[in-house]
């Protein structure tokens, strides 16, 4: 899709970081922009930043983790604008850090339903109705590059749900190109990025287990502070494309590629998984992580 202006874009997390930076680059590029995100306050706060600046824009409160929210939404904006064009499924939410077996069973339930079943709820309620519509379009959905990477240490319930964030993605777009469709598929594998995904348990639901509304300790938070890239960066990865038609996106830091390709190179030739050696110092010495 090489055309942006007048056309319909709608973002999920878009109160915030890489949401309302994708969302802001849809309204410069002339599109209407339908900004969705649980946060109610934040969420009309961003689309009336962006209304101020004379764009076109609507909001939806909506919860991702609920398929009825977003069939509901899915169907009130296709009422509205008649289509979708582009449809960014970013929302996106991080646990704290705890070795794999500590992970209350609230944890994976929360972050998957989030991460993973939120993007499967937005393809179930948009992609049959943009297909139906007959006009192009393109989906975006936000992984990670905990997706590549072959696992971390402390983030198995994150990192389990961006790799099935980058699998359902590659699905989609295959499935869309066996069935010539005027729809194409792409995932955003985004590095360290300043946003505020290490306080998304300030939107974890009673039901999902007590949230730790203190800041998450994370090494992630603190290992790239002055190299972190702004979420401006990664919408103009996204759009640039999206017009080219490609499917991985990937904005990280050089350190975050060479991670990913030493773990791949380390399964291939039948190696286990590198630990840093400096982990392996600790515990040797008796100071393992607790």
């Known amino acids: 899709m090489k055309e942006f202006e007048g056309r319909v874009a709608v973002v999920t997390g878009a109160a915030s970081g890489i949401g309302f930076a994708l969302a802001e680059r849809a309204a410069t590029e002339g599109m209407k922009v339908v900004l969705c995100d649980i946060e109610a306050g934040p969420l009309e706060a961003a689309a009336q930043s962006l209304r101020h600046r004379g764009f076109t824009v609507s909001a939806h409160r909506v919860d991702v983790s609920k398929e009825a929210e977003v069939e509901a939404a899915a169907a009130g904006i296709f009422a509205d604008f008649g289509a979708v064009h582009l449809l960014c499924n970013n929302a996106g939410v991080l646990n704290r850090e705890r070795p794999s077996w500590d992970h209350p069973v609230a944890d994976w339930q929360w972050v998957f339903s989030v991460n993973v079943m939120g993007v499967v709820h937005g393809v179930r309620a948009f992609v049959?109705?943009?297909?139906?519509?007959?006009?192009?379009?393109?989906?975006?959905?936000?992984?990670?590059?905990?997706?590549?990477?072959?696992?971390?240490?402390?983030?198995?319930?994150?990192?389990?749900?961006?790799?099935?964030?980058?699998?359902?993605?590659?699905?989609?777009?295959?499935?869309?190109?066996?069935?010539?469709?005027?729809?194409?598929?792409?995932?955003?594998?985004?590095?360290?990025?300043?946003?505020?995904?290490?306080?998304?348990?300030?939107?974890?639901?009673?039901?999902?287990?007590?949230?730790?509304?203190?800041?998450?300790?994370?090494?992630?938070?603190t290992a790239f502070p002055g190299d972190s890239f702004p979420p401006e960066e990664?919408?103009?990865?996204?759009?640039?494309?999206?017009?080219?038609?490609?499917?991985?996106?990937?904005?990280?830091?050089?350190?975050?590629?060479?991670?990913?390709?030493m773990g791949h190179d380390r399964m291939w030739a039948g190696r286990n998984p590198a630990v840093p050696r400096k982990l392996l110092a600790a515990r040797d010495s008796g100071n393992a992580p607790a």
């Open 128 to 221: 049959p109705r943009m297909l139906a519509s007959g006009e192009e379009g393109h989906i975006v959905n936000t992984a990670s590059m905990a997706g590549l990477l072959t696992g971390g240490m402390g983030t198995a319930v994150y990192d389990a749900s961006k790799h099935a964030v980058l699998s359902l993605s590659e699905s989609l777009y295959k499935d869309l190109i066996v069935r010539q469709t005027k729809v194409s598929a792409s995932v955003l594998c985004p590095g360290a990025v300043t946003t505020r995904i290490f306080a998304a348990e300030r939107n974890r639901p009673a039901d999902a287990g007590t949230a730790e509304r203190h800041a998450l300790a994370s090494r992630g938070a």
């Open 234 to 261: 990664m919408a103009d990865r996204v759009f640039s494309a999206v017009r080219e038609n490609r499917f991985y996106i990937l904005g990280a830091q050089d350190v975050m590629y060479e991670w990913t390709k």
